[in-house]
């Protein structure tokens, strides 16, 4: 597995080091600094040239949002993932408009935030079920989700691989994988684990399917 690059901002010295040594003990991820402010974080994304950027939504000098702009504007490459206390409409839809690749709530499991860099590097939007929700203003337990999505969701909720999925819906494997990236990016997860534990927690696939 190839290194991410992690720069974290946020103006909590707490936050920043909790943060810091749930990347860090991921084994592929670093973390190339730490920024409290806007201005900071803006010149250590030029410096350190970081795959991913951990981003707070209300900081000093400039919000999160006047960063993920000027983050645009200069050019950078790297992918946000704003990590923040504030989950309202009015700050997600500037925040997902403004380029974020990811929205999540600041008591996320470590386990899934680990999983959420890692998911924005390769290129998903990931957004929390409920965040998802408020930015599409529909409730959080109805997903958009096909027929067929359905059915791939119920068999990963079986503990089923890609390769005994395809078997089982008589498809190839590949049609497989992209059903399950765009469960995965409906639901606003970042692994198999959590969308089977959401099927069956939301209802979508009855516990039967476990």
Partial sequence: MSEIR??????????????????????????????????????????????????????????????????????LPAKALVVTSFTDRARLVPAVRAGARGYLSKDVDPNALVAAVRSVHAG???????????????PSDVPSLT??????LALIAEGRSNREIAR?????????????????MKLGLADRTQAALHAVRTGLVPDDHQ
């Fill in 6 to 75: 992690v720069l974290i901002v946020d103006d909590h010295p707490a936050v920043r080091r909790g943060l810091r040594t749930f990347l860090e003990l991921a084994g592929d991820l670093t973390v190339t600094g730490e920024a409290a402010d806007g201005p900071t974080a803006l010149e250590l994304a030029e410096q350190t040239e970081p795959d991913v950027v951990l981003l707070d939504m209300v900081l000093p000098g400039m919000d999160g949002v006047e960063v993920l702009h000027e983050l645009r504007r200069r050019g």
């Fill in 124 to 138: 998903h939007l990931l957004l929390e079920p409920e965040v998802a929700a408020t930015l599409l203003g529909a």
């Fill in 147 to 152: 027929a067929r999505e359905r059915d791939v």
């Fill in 168 to 184: 089982a819906l008589v498809v190839a494997e590949k049609t497989v994988k992209t059903h399950v990236s765009s469960i995965l």
